[in-house]
């Protein structure tokens, strides 16, 4: 199984219930959720329901943090992306704000649902307690011969709607952080409109995070489906990457990426399993945890974070076949947030 064959198994909403998978082990690498019907016959510890589970776990003892209370309660998380299923269970009771700017979608997106959840799904997220705030977008315009054709500056239009919005929040409630799931490419329409935005957005106190942030470089880690998400020994590097960036710089930040399980947007009370991860998830990830930063010292700057982030990773070396591999910064959530305690001057 490689990256490209990797997914094209995408079982979501299928019926499967008459084939015989018993010596399939591709499943290993499925998407699938919770509409699919799978058959009795699986291959030998494919398990369904415990690998859609066990991949609602953000990983990396983050749910340790959140039996001491730090969940990112009060915190405002922004998210810019695509038509929101509004009402689903993960995030519907925390959704402070919804709105659409340009948003093209038709129906309710795949990407946005995921994305939210990530960040502050109830039972998938990294801050299940912070307030969400969600502009619907589509960043660009699709020509009358079907080409889409990326436009930054609707991008740039729900920072500014977020920031505005923010200047009418309470202290102690405010948005802290926006998350980005797309790159800002310089030679796309709107970019520098785009920059600015995030500039001004820092200004104002909120932390802007894209896809291969050049101020803040962060890659997704790959993950077996049936592996604990708790244990760093466990992750490798993800599959996008298809075999030409195993190992990992000092100076970027690997967060999980694969065999993730998120909100589905089929229906309020539905989960997708995703085992081949994009960059997309890493973004609402490493937003999620700076909330649970920022509920914890308050005063936290994105550079500080950023720092301190580097400075408590883990290197994991694994194996590809006869080589091995280091990732050199695996982010340790539960020692971040204690270096972060540390510099706020007093305890939690």
């Known amino acids: 199984m490689n990256r490209h064959t990797a997914f094209q198994m995408d079982f979501r909403n299928c019926d499967l219930t008459a084939y015989d998978l018993t010596n399939n082990q591709d499943m290993f690498y499925a998407d699938f959720n919770t509409k699919t019907k799978f058959p009795e016959k699986l291959p030998k510890g494919f398990n369904p329901h415990a690998i859609l589970e066990s991949g609602k776990n953000p990983g990396l003892a983050v749910r340790e943090l959140h039996k001491q209370g730090i969940t990112g309660r009060h915190i405002g998380v922004g998210i810019i992306d695509q038509a929101l299923l509004a009402e689903h269970l993960e995030y519907s009771d925390r959704l402070r704000?919804?709105?659409?700017?340009?948003?093209?979608?038709?129906?309710?997106?795949?990407?946005?649902?995921?994305?939210?959840?990530?960040?502050?799904?109830?039972?998938?997220?990294?801050?299940?307690?912070?307030?969400?705030?969600?502009?619907?977008?589509?960043?660009?315009?699709?020509?009358?011969?079907?080409?889409?054709?990326?436009?930054?500056?609707?991008?740039?239009?729900?920072?500014?709607?977020?920031?505005?919005?923010?200047?009418?929040?309470?202290?102690?409630?405010?948005?802290?952080?926006?998350?980005?799931?797309?790159?800002?490419?310089?030679?796309?329409?709107?970019?520098?409109?785009?920059?600015?935005?995030?500039?001004?957005?820092?200004?104002?106190?909120?932390?802007?995070?894209?896809?291969?942030?050049?101020?803040?470089?962060?890659?997704?880690?790959?993950?077996?489906?049936?592996?604990?998400?708790?244990?760093?020994?466990?992750?490798?590097?993800?599959?996008?990457?298809g075999g030409n960036k195993w190992g990992s710089e000092k100076d970027v930040l690997q967060v999980p990426m694969d065999s993730r399980t998120v909100a589905d947007p089929n229906g309020n009370e539905d989960y997708c399993f995703s085992r081949v991860g994009g960059q997309s998830w890493t973004t609402p990830w490493v937003a999620g945890l700076y909330a649970l930063a920022c509920q914890v010292y308050p005063e936290l700057t994105p550079k500080e974070f950023r720092a301190a982030a580097l400075q408590t990773a883990d290197a994991v070396t694994f194996k590809k076949g006869d080589n091995t591999y280091t990732l050199q910064k695996v982010v340790n959530p539960v020692r971040l947030i204690e270096k972060v305690k540390k510099q706020r001057g007093k305890g939690y």
């Open 97 to 241: 704000l919804y709105e659409e700017i340009h948003c093209l979608d038709e129906t309710v997106s795949m990407h946005a649902p995921a994305v939210a959840s990530i960040a502050v799904g109830k039972t998938v997220g990294v801050a299940p307690g912070a307030d969400l705030y969600f502009i619907g977008q589509t960043s660009g315009e699709r020509s009358p011969g079907g080409k889409f054709e990326f436009d930054l500056s609707y991008i740039a239009q729900a920072i500014a709607r977020l920031v505005e919005v923010n200047k009418q929040l309470p202290e102690g409630r405010k948005i802290r952080v926006i998350s980005v799931s797309l790159m800002m490419v310089r030679n796309w329409k709107g970019y520098e409109q785009a920059v600015a935005a995030i500039q001004n957005a820092a200004q104002n106190g909120i932390f802007v995070i894209t896809v291969q942030d050049p101020d803040f470089q962060v890659d997704g880690m790959g993950r077996g489906p049936l592996s604990d998400p708790d244990d760093k020994l466990s992750f490798s590097s993800g599959i996008m990457f």
